[in-house]
């Protein structure tokens, strides 16, 4: 019994001094641990500001007008007026057919018009020629009927200038009839020549728009036909210009016309139409926005990005967007403490006789409710005030009872986390 009694002793001793050499070569570690240096940072001021809440928008250019050049009458062409690419007005000659075909039927269109107003005047001369006679006879067959009426002459011979009188008034009826006609043929040669000066005129194909003109599809010499389908050229307006997106059905009550669209490329625009109609296999509505596009970096056809502005937040607390970090608890910053009345980087005073002091500021992991953010920055609704300061460089270089030291923005890249180091998660 005192032999086993004497080697328990002995291994509990021996189990002290493991204790004892464990705790020894791991102190110097959890010392060091504690004495970890300061992390170098770059800080930003929560601040109060407005920001813009805006919703992203892929769309695409479309002209405000657009036209196909067709040829409205055959012929060959002689002459191109503008270059590939040109800016045009409305009415500008584009190209010039043969007009020596259209020359020779429009005079003969001016002959046969002149040949029908004389033919008017020579019947218009004829009845009244004619309605002359008629009321010549009709005032002497009177005067012999008042006369038969006396027995001053027969009945045979007063019948006679009766019926006189009533064929001359036939034949004026009939070169009143005559006169209709003939001008009736002036109005169709007036027609004819009109028609003739039409298509004369449409030798010259000219831009119904103004805009800029594409490439064109034919050269001098080629016959063009009439009633081709394909087009000879397009032209399309670029200024303004209209860019189409579709919006989600459940955002249309915060829409309205003269919204401001901002594209990545620059420019701007205003919500100019809003559709009447949900597209029910996509739950969208097209929503149109124009430009002025000045600047003609809009092509019809091209696909933008760009933020469609629905409001304007004024008053709210704002700080950088690369300050939020994911955690378990959601979004989440690194916030310094103040510096108590000591240059950023120095020691803070000593907490009591004998302590050592930490150098650096302390900072904690603080969850945030967050709004809308925009062009760098998001809104803080909750867990920030004004004039607290975030870490919003080397953030990830620290973790639990880490602490920092400021430099200069733009200051180099953040160390690496020291060995065992991990982001804090609130």
Known sequence: MKGLSRSRQLAAAAAVVVAVALVRGLWPRQEASRQRPPVPVELATARVGAISVTYPITGEVRAVASAQIRPEVSGILERVYFREGQEVTAGQPLLGLDRAPFRAALNQAIANRRKAAAAVQVAAAKARSAHTLARTARLRADRYSRLGSQGAVSRDQEDQFRSDADSLQAEALSRDSEVVSARADLAAAEAAEAAARLRYDRTTVRSPISGRTGQLRVTPGNLLQEGNTQPLLVVNQFRPIDVVFALPQRMLGQVR??????????????????????????????????????????????????????????????????????????????????????????????????????????????????????????????????????????????????????????????PPPAPGASPRQP
């Open 257 to 414: 016309r003269g919204l401001a669209v901002r594209l990545e490329t620059g420019e701007q625009g205003r919500v100019s139409a809003i559709d009447n109609a949900v597209d029910p296999s996509t739950g969208t509505t097209p929503i149109k926005v124009s430009f002025s596009n000045t600047a003609l970096r809009l092509v019809p056809g091209q696909f933008v990005k760009g933020a469609l502005q629905l409001e304007r937040l004024n008053g709210v607390t704002l700080i950088p967007q690369v300050a939020v970090q994911s955690g378990q608890k959601g979004s989440f910053v690194y916030v310094a403490a103040p510096a108590r009345g000591a240059a950023p980087g120095s020691a803070p005073a000593s907490a009591g006789a004998g302590a050592t002091a930490r150098p650096g500021r302390a900072v904690e992991a603080r969850t945030l409710e967050l709004g809308p953010a925009n062009d760098g920055l998001v809104v803080v609704r909750r867990g920030l005030v004004p004039g607290e300061q975030v870490v919003i460089r080397g953030q990830f270089a620290l973790g639990p009872g880490a602490r920092i030291i400021t430099r200069p923005p733009g200051g180099g890249a953040p």
